[in-house]
């Protein structure tokens, strides 16, 4: 078992940069793979990027492939996700998530933090 804590959200102009954390509980991190999703109000909980158990690989939603980058420091227990370029229509809670396989779909991570918030104003 492994509990999440994300932090790092806030309220950021359109154009600008954050880097969100989420630091892992527990000696088996590296056993996991790592997504990261949100969910905007009224809206569905949405994918945004996935990555491998060594960080070898990572897998991005089409909406912010080019502006975020997920990555991860096992030493740390840690996994980022670095969002340049903001826009209006990233305002979410973002919401980091442990997975037993390299998964996009939120039904196959077994384990989530509580989330953080990130506003983005234009």
């Known amino acids: 078992q492994v509990q999440l804590v994300e932090s790092g959200g806030g309220l950021v102009q359109a154009g600008g940069s954050l880097r969100l954390s989420c630091a892992a509980s527990?000696?088996?991190?590296?056993?996991?793979?790592m997504g990261w999703f949100r969910q905007a109000p009224g809206k569905e909980r949405e994918f945004v990027a996935r990555?491998?158990?060594?960080?070898?690989?990572?897998y991005y939603a089409d909406s912010v492939k080019g502006r975020f980058t997920i990555s991860r420091d096992n030493a740390k227990n840690t996994v980022y996700l670095q969002m340049n370029s903001l826009k209006p229509e990233d305002t979410a809670v973002y919401r980091c998530?442990?997975?037993?396989?390299?998964?996009?779909?939120?039904?196959?991570?077994?384990?989530w933090g509580q989330g953080t918030q990130v506003t983005v104003s234009s």
């Open positions: 998530a442990a997975s037993y396989g390299l998964r996009i779909h939120a039904l196959d991570y077994a384990y």
């Open positions: 527990g000696r088996t991190f590296s056993s996991y793979a």
């Open positions: 990555i491998s158990w060594t960080g070898a690989s990572t």
